[in-house]
């Protein structure tokens, strides 16, 4: 059964191939999605391509929701997406993605339920079926080609859905088993360097030798190094050091 988490159901009316289905039942649920509702599958149902091309979210398409109208698939539902590229004229809020699945998220907090409709791979949404709709979702793609596939559709508003739903960190550093260089084993990593310098007569003239060491100390405070990059700055330089003595 799907998960008691709240989230929107996406139903997908008239999907004209099985693989699409199942590319987008696994685009589902990378994204924590688990509610599938199919109006009219034209190769029928179930499809064995779509258990083949879903690749381990076969669950959703055994948990699918099958429909003959649009109607009858977001009957149970307060608010309604529809996703389109084209202008239909109809006085209706278009948003993107982002801000949809924003909506979407108070909505279901509240106690709503929501869902996204999406439409045949070659046409598109009929308007009969974006008249069931509160809100248009229009992605911003290029104008001279808008046709996007059936299931990046869905991955996309899959993923906006992800954004808003759990707490995402917009950037994280893999430390490999290491720290960041404290100020201490920085101080001792520019110490090393500007002694040897200084032994290797790279300080010259005498008159810019503080400046120089000024520089160099800049240096290392702009660069974000971990413990094994200071050990490994301390090695290199020894190691050039004992090679310099066996000449």
Known sequence: MPSDTPHPSFVLVRPQMGENIGAAARAMLNFGLERMRLVAPRDGW??????????????????AILVERTVDAVADCSYVFATTARQRDMTKPVV???????????????????????????????????????????????????????AQCVLLTGYEWRRQSVK??????E?????????????KLAEHYENTLDQAGFFFPQTKADSMKLNLRNMWSRMPLTRADVQM???????????????
Do not use: C, Y
Not at 46 to 62: C, E, F, I
């Open 96 to 150: 993107t993605p982002e801000r949809a699945m924003e909506i979407a998220r108070e909505k279901i907090a509240g106690g709503q339920k929501v869902a996204v409709l999406f439409g045949p791979e070659r046409a598109g949404l009929e308007n009969d079926d974006i008249a069931l709709a509160n809100a248009i979702i229009s992605v911003p793609v290029n104008p001279e080609f808008p046709s996007l596939n059936l």
């Open 46 to 63: 179930p499809n064995q391509k779509a258990v083949a091309m879903a690749s381990g979210a076969g669950r959703l398409l055994d948990d």
């Open 233 to 247: 700055f301390h090695g290199v330089l020894r190691q050039m050091v004992r090679w310099k003595d066996k000449q």
């Open 168 to 173: 995402v960190t917009p950037e994280t550093t």
């Open 175 to 187: 430390m490999a088993g290491t720290d960041w260089a404290n100020a201490i084993e920085m101080n």
